[in-house]
C-alpha cells in the first residue's frame, strides 16, 4: 500500500471525494453600466438606420440614372424612326436599267428579183435537169429558201468559191429583216461561214463581190429603233411608243462579232466605226430585257475590241469612254457601264478606267451625282 493512497474510511466518505465548491457570488450592476448598454444599443440602431438611409438614397439615384438612359435612348429610337418615315417617303432608287430601243421603223420590202440572175441558178435552170424539177423564175425565191435552210446554198457556195452580191445582198437583208426565225438564223450562219474562211487556215477563201458596210449595219439599228442618243426623251415602258428589242438584234451581234474579227485584217470598217459599234455594245448592256444575251454580247465586245490595231487603241478607247460618258444617264445605269466591260486582257481595262473616270469627271460636275462616286470606286476595288 502506498503512502500517499487514501484509508479505507476516507473512501467511503463522498465529502471528502467530492469537496463542495463554494459559488461565486454574482457581481451586482450599476446604473452607470445600464446606461452604457442602452447608449450601446441606441447608437448601433442609429448607426444601422443611417446605413438603411443611404442605402436608399443610392438606389433612388441608380433608378433615377436608369430613368434618364432610358429616356435618351427612347428620344434617339424616335428619331431614328422619323429618319425611317422621311426615308421610306422619299422615291426609291431604282435598278438599273435603259430603254435602248424605242419606236421601231418598217423593215425594208424582202423582194428579191434580182435572184434570178445568180449564175448557178441560170446554169441549172438552162441544165435539162431542170425538166424533171419544173423550176420557173417565180419560184427562184422559196427554192433558195429551202437550200439556205438545209445548208445546201453554202456548200455550193464554197464549191464555186465565188458569193455573188445578189446572193450577198440576199442572204444579208434576210438575216436582218426577216421576221421568220428560221430563215434570218440560218442567212447569218451562212454569211458568219462566208466570213471566217477568210481568217480560217485551211479553209479555202471564198470570192465575195459584194461586202455590208457600217451604214447597212446603222441603218438595221434605226430600223430596229434603237436609241443613239439617250440624253434625249426616252420613251416609257408602257406607252405605245414603247416597242422593245426585236428578235433580228440576235443575228445583227452574232454577225457584227464576226465582221469584225475579219475587218482587223481587212480593214472593212473605219476606226470611228469600231468606236461607235462599241458604245453600241455596251449601251446593249444597259437594257434588262438582253441579258440573257450577256454571253453574246460579250463576245462580240472582244472582237470590236480586238480589231483596233495598237496606234488606233491608244486614241480610241479614251474617245469611246468620253462618248459613252456623255450619253448613259448619270444614275446606276453609269454604274453598269462600268461593270459590263468585263475581261483580264489589257484592252478591255484600259476602257474600263478610261470609262470610270470619265463618269467620275462628269459627276464631279453634278455635285447632286457625288454619291456615284463611291459606287464607282467600290467597283474599281
Known amino acids: 500500500m502506498d503512502v500517499d493512497d487514501p484509508l479505507d474510511f476516507e473512501i467511503e466518505d463522498s465529502l471528502l471525494i467530492n469537496p463542495v465548491v463554494p459559488k461565486k457570488r454574482k457581481k451586482l450592476i450599476g446604473l452607470d453600466e445600464l446606461l452604457s448598454e442602452h447608449y450601446k444599443e441606441q447608437s448601433k440602431l442609429i448607426e444601422k438606420e443611417a446605413k438603411k438611409q443611404t442605402k436608399a438614397q443610392k438606389s433612388y439615384d441608380s433608378d433615377e440614372d436608369k430613368n434618364c438612359k432610358e429616356a435618351k435612348l427612347s428620344s434617339l429610337l424616335d428619331d431614328c424612326q422619323e429618319q425611317m418615315r422621311a426615308v421610306g417617303s422619299q422615291e426609291e432608287i431604282s435598278e438599273w436599267d435603259l430603254c435602248v430601243f424605242g419606236q421601231q421603223k418598217t423593215t425594208p420590202p424582202l423582194s428579191f428579183p434580182e435572184l434570178g440572175s445568180w449564175s448557178i441558178l441560170q446554169s441549172f435552170m438552162n441544165n435539162e435537169l431542170n425538166s424533171l424539177v419544173g423550176l420557173v423564175t417565180k419560184q427562184d425565191c422559196s427554192f433558195l429558201e429551202g437550200l439556205l435552210i438545209n445548208g445546201w446554198l453554202l456548200k455550193l457556195i464554197f464549191k464555186c468559191g465565188c458569193l455573188e452580191k445578189s446572193i450577198a445582198t440576199w442572204t444579208f437583208l434576210l438575216m436582218l429583216y426577216s421576221s421568220k426565225e428560221e430563215l434570218r438564223s440560218s442567212a447569218c450562219e451562212f454569211w458568219c461561214a462566208i466570213l471566217s474562211s477568210k481568217i480560217q487556215d485551211g479553209v479555202p477563201p471564198v470570192e465575195i463581190d459584194w461586202y455590208p458596210s457600217y451604214s447597212e449595219l446603222k441603218g438595221a439599228l434605226e430600223i430596229y429603233g434603237f436609241l443613239f442618243n439617250f440624253s434625249s426623251n426616252i420613251p416609257d415602258k408602257n406607252s405605245s411608243v414603247f416597242k422593245g428589242p426585236p428578235q433580228n438584234i440576235i443575228t445583227w451581234i452574232k454577225f457584227t462579232a464576226v465582221f469584225c474579227q475579219v475587218s482587223c485584217k481587212q480593214l472593212f470598217l473605219l476606226t470611228s466605226d469600231r468606236q461607235e459599234l462599241a458604245e453600241v455594245i455596251i449601251c446593249l448592256f444597259l437594257d434588262r430585257r438582253l441579258q440573257g444575251l450577256s454571253v453574246l454580247m460579250r463576245s462580240c465586245m472582244q472582237s470590236v475590241i480586238s480589231s483596233f490595231t495598237e496606234e488606233e487603241w491608244i486614241n480610241s ?15 446606276l445605269n453609269c454604274l453598269r457601264a462600268v461593270q459590263c466591260i468585263s475581261g483580264v486582257e489589257t484592252r478591255s481595262k484600259h ?5 470610270a473616270f470619265q463618269i467620275l469627271v462628269n459627276c464631279f460636275d453634278n455635285k447632286e451625282l457625288m454619291h456615284v462616286l463611291m459606287l464607282i470606286v467600290h467597283v474599281m476595288s
Not at 478607247?317 to 444614275?331: F, G, N, Q, T
Not at 476602257?351 to 470609262?355: E, G, Q, R, T
Open 351 to 355: 476602257l474600263k478606267s478610261a470609262v
Open 317 to 331: 478607247y479614251s474617245e469611246i469612254a468620253k462618248s459613252l460618258a456623255s450619253r448613259v444617264p448619270m444614275d
